[in-house]
């Protein structure tokens, strides 16, 4: 079992920045991926970030630019650095981990970015 904890969510404005962070705790392998998804009502959850425990990152276009993700293998942790944020990046985000076929999912955490 794998435990995700997520924390950073909130309300900004237009144009303004937050910084999502999540812990993982648990049975963690050593080759695994962390991500960041989000989903809004009636749409299906869309990947965000990702980064592998080598360090290699995808980013899904509507945030190139703008988001940074990193991740601390030492403390299982995964960030997410979102700058000029947007209304559209409004969403319920999500710590995703991936590691020997087993996939676990954070409880959410609220952004909300008003124009």
């Known amino acids: 079992q794998v435990q995700l904890v997520e924390s950073g969510g909130g309300l900004v404005q237009a144009g303004g920045s937050l910084r999502l962070s999540c812990a993982a705790s648990?049975?963690?392998?050593?080759?695994?991926?962390m991500a960041w998804y989000r989903q809004t009502p009636g749409k299906q959850r869309e990947l965000v970030a990702a980064?592998?425990?080598?360090?290699?990152?995808n980013y899904a276009d509507s945030v190139k630019g703008r988001f940074a993700v990193s991740r601390d293998n030492t403390k299982n942790m995964i960030d997410l650095q979102m700058n000029s944020l947007k209304p559209e990046d409004t969403a319920v985000y999500y710590c995703?981990?991936?590691?020997?076929?087993?996939?676990?999912w954070g409880q959410g955490t609220q952004v909300t970015v008003s124009s």
């Open positions: 995703n981990y991936r590691g020997s076929l087993l996939n676990y």
């Open positions: 648990g049975m963690i392998f050593s080759i695994n991926t």
């Open positions: 980064v592998t425990s080598g360090g290699i990152t």
